[in-house]
């Protein structure tokens, strides 16, 4: 199975940037798209991005897109979200996670899921 392992979250002031870094691990023959989400306390949780594996297509949720740019390192089976010019609507605990299909915007298209890494802008 694959397991996925976040990082790079933080605290940072409203029009600050951080990159977040998934580590895939496992059997990722499988899982053809990344993608990016996020849990605010009280909210449902939401997609925020998502990258094919082999051809780098991307989606983005409304919200973040020009602002947030999702990527990948084949290579080094690993998936970023560079997160420029953060608003403090944008605090939530970010989940990776990883889908059988090719693409996938919604939560229950994805199998697997990371342990999320917390996101905190301060205004």
Do not use: H
């Not at 998934?22 to 993608?35: E, N, V």
């Not at 998936?79 to 010019?85: A, G």
Request: proline share 2%.
């Amino acid at each position: 199975q694959v397991q996925l392992v976040e990082s790079g979250g933080g605290l940072v002031q409203a029009g600050g940037s951080l990159r977040l870094s998934c580590a895939a691990s496992g059997r990722t023959f499988s899982s053809y798209t990344m993608g990016w989400f996020r849990q605010a306390p009280g909210k449902e949780r939401e997609f925020v991005a998502a990258i094919r594996w082999n051809s780098g297509t991307t989606d983005y949720a409304g919200s973040v897109k020009g602002r947030f740019t999702i990527s990948r390192d084949n290579a080094k089976n690993t998936v970023y979200l560079q997160m420029n010019s953060l608003k403090p609507e944008d605090t939530a605990v970010y989940f990776c996670a990883a889908s059988p299909y090719t693409k996938a915007i919604l939560a229950g298209s994805y199998d697997t899921w990371g342990q999320g890494t917390q996101v905190t802008v301060s205004s």
